[in-house]
């Protein structure tokens, strides 16, 4: 158990509805980042959190959206779904300065049908 | 930004060969590099990762190389075991940057 909690597990829904998937990093992590993959693909950034702020942005849809609480949880919002959105989404915390592990949350697998 | 290239895609061993698994990667800044393990459907795990003020760093039959001058870092596995069977992916980052993975490398071991 890495310490870094993800709901729900697994999530099923219809092309053009909206979810949002929520993640708990690890106590004393300031720092939440989103990861997608695809089946058989590797893992995309999407965007990274730190103390609430928006530090860094990746290959992230205009139709996604996140956002970090002031007790450092974080949500990304995944709207107008397509099927190809269907994938395994993971957040990762740190403490992000000096380079540190990365840990990963169990994940949510978004299927879209 | 950084690219992070990693060879070969697929790899299969028999058991108690080594594997080796290779990475480049494009930023000369980067200086820190982690690799994980990723069982099928499970979290990615970490499992060894090296600073860019060492060259080589060992866990038990778990080795990572780094050669900063060519700008490439490996992953060693000896003795390999059935429960090694994973995609292993490589990462660089500069530190105040997200991670920049590699693609992954599927590692089958034969018993």
């Known amino acids: 158990d890495s310490g870094v909690t993800q709901t729900p597990k697994h999530l099923i829904t219809a092309t053009g509805q909206r979810v949002t998937l929520r993640c708990s990093p690890r106590?004393?992590?300031?720092?939440v980042y989103w990861y997608q993959q695809s089946l058989d693909q590797g893992l995309q950034f999407l965007i990274q959190?730190?103390?609430?702020?928006?530090?860094a942005k990746g290959n992230i849809l205009e139709r996604f959206s996140a956002q970090q609480f002031p007790d450092l949880h974080s949500e990304l919002n995944l709207s107008s779904l397509e099927l190809g959105d269907s994938a395994l989404y993971f957040c990762a915390s740190s403490v992000e300065y000096p380079p540190d592990t990365q840990y990963f949350g169990p994940g949510t697998r978004l299927t879209v049908l | 930004g950084e690219n992070v290239e990693q060879h070969p895609s697929t790899l299969s061993v028999q058991e108690g060969d080594s594997a080796v698994i290779k990475c480049t990667y494009s930023d000369s800044a980067s200086n820190y590099f982690p690799w994980y393990k990723q069982e099928l459907g499970k979290r990615p795990q970490l499992i060894i990762d090296i600073r860019s003020n060492v060259g080589e760093k060992k866990d038990q039959r778990i080795a990572v190389t780094l050669n900063k001058t060519a700008k490439h870092f490996s992953l060693h596995i000896t003795e390999t075991q059935p429960e090694d069977s994973a995609v292993y992916f490589c990462a660089a980052t500069r530190g105040n940057t997200p991670l920049v993975f590699g693609k992954g490398t599927r590692l089958s071991v034969i018993a």
């Open positions: 106590s004393g992590d300031l720092s």
């Open positions: 959190y730190y103390n609430g702020e928006e530090r």
